[in-house]
């Protein structure tokens, strides 16, 4: 599996939109691009995913650039509770043999 | 459905002790992992397995040992437990590989 590279920390301001980056630039064509994030201790939390088209569901969007080397979760009005690390993996056909990065610790301020 | 569970929610060994970290899911999923989570950095697979009667092993699989006698059960197995395996362990299981995976709450070992 492609590894991933993050910013270790963002800030970000209530009500606003928070755009997390991922760089994959290994990636292969049937590599699924996946978000997660961790809120304290819990276990981590589906978020998204995307292959090579945009997607957005109710939590987020995903935008992955036309050589799928780079994509960006959107969360468009993050709140207090949407402070959490947020986790960029790439993952193959092997679905189980997927690796974490050390994430990007999204903190959102009132 | 229950999801993934995870048993204990905390244990405490002793150097030396061998334990098993139990891991369940009710959700059919085919693909089922261990991760352990050190303070302050991100998952690190230790075993994995894509189906009844098969595993392999991940970034970080000394000192641990797993099998799948069945699709539900995906228990984890510390031979000889050291303080270095202190962490937390998150199992995970997904449907297709195409699909979102889910975590169970953990299991808080400390081992002394």
């Known amino acids: 599996d492609a590894k991933t590279t993050q910013p270790p920390s963002m800030d970000c301001a209530e009500g606003r939109a928070a755009n997390l980056p991922c760089n994959h630039s290994?990636?292969?064509?049937?590599?699924?691009v996946y978000w997660y994030r961790q809120i304290h201790s819990q276990g981590p939390q589906y978020i998204i995913h995307?292959?090579?088209n945009n997607e957005t569901n109710e939590m987020a969007s995903l935008i992955i650039t036309e050589d799928r080397k780079s994509s960006t979760l959107i969360l468009p009005h993050a709140t207090l509770r949407d402070t959490a690390v947020y986790y960029c993996i790439v993952r193959g056909a092997n679905a189980g043999k997927s690796t974490f990065g050390d994430g990007t610790t999204l903190t959102v301020k009132p | 459905n229950a999801g993934v569970t995870q048993t204990p929610k905390f244990q405490v060994l002793k150097t030396g002790q061998s334990m098993t970290l139990q891991c369940a899911q009710d959700?059919?999923?085919?693909?089922m992992s261990w991760y352990r989570q050190d303070p302050g950095m991100g998952l690190r697979l230790i075993h994995y397995s894509v189906g009844a009667g098969i595993t392999d092993q991940g970034e970080v699989p000394n000192g641990y040992n797993v099998s799948r006698s069945t699709t539900e059960d995906f228990p984890l197995r510390l031979l000889s437990a050291a303080p270095s395996q202190t962490s937390v362990y998150f199992c995970?299981?997904?449907?297709?590989?195409?699909?979102?995976?889910?975590f169970g709450q953990g299991t808080r070992l400390t081992v002394v």
């Open positions: 959700m059919n999923h085919e693909y």
């Open positions: 995970a299981s997904s449907y297709l590989r195409d699909r979102e995976a889910f």
């Open positions: 290994t990636i292969s064509g049937n590599e699924y």
């Open positions: 995307g292959l090579k």
